[in-house]
């Protein structure tokens, strides 16, 4: 996982004050084959991880602290984009039990229930009959 990937190469970074963003979409109950998106338990185990070894800052606290020039080796903050209702769900009962802070981006535009081009397309992959899916002329591998 990229997440593992790049915790584990922060870590063994030294103490270099730097700033690592989290950029999170969703948290999901279960894995989803045709997506790289994080499960609950993946995130909890994450959220240990990051309680254990990082210094876990909401944006305007990292902002500030880069401000000020004080920010603590290994800081990290946790963001979410879109705004997809397992942040709600998921996530945010576990960054409440771990203490953690985050902050959520919200498409707005997708509150009444319009859907992104990205889960447009999951979804017709997932609804699809087809037992493989020919992406060539799109310079894609078959599927």
């Known amino acids: 996982m990229l ?15 730097r700033l690592t ?4 979409h969703r948290v999901l ?8 998106e994080i499960t609950v338990r993946e995130f909890e185990w ?6 254990r070894y990082f210094n876990v800052l909401s944006v305007n606290q990292a902002l500030e602290m880069i401000d000020q020039r004080c920010l603590p080796p290994r800081s990290v903050t946790i963001t ?11 996530a945010w009962p576990l960054l409440k039990k771990w203490k953690m ?10 509150l009444n229930g319009d859907a992104m081009f990205n889960d447009i397309v999951l979804e017709a992959v ?18």
Not at 21 to 24: A, E, K, N, T
Not at 29 to 36: A, E, K, R
Not at 46 to 51: C, R, V
Not at 101 to 110: G, M, N
């Open 101 to 110: 802070p985050a902050t959520f981006f919200v498409a707005s535009h997708y």
């Open 80 to 90: 979410f984009d879109d705004g997809y209702a397992d942040n709600f769900t998921n």
């Open 126 to 143: 997932r609804s699809s009959r087809l037992s493989r899916l020919d992406l060539t002329g799109l310079g894609i591998d078959l599927v």
């Open 21 to 24: 963003v989290l950029q999170l």
């Open 3 to 17: 997440i593992r990937h790049a915790l584990g190469r922060r870590l063994s970074g030294g103490d270099r004050p």
């Open 29 to 36: 109950s279960t894995s989803d084959p045709l997506t790289n």
């Open 46 to 51: 994450l959220l240990g991880l990051l309680d």
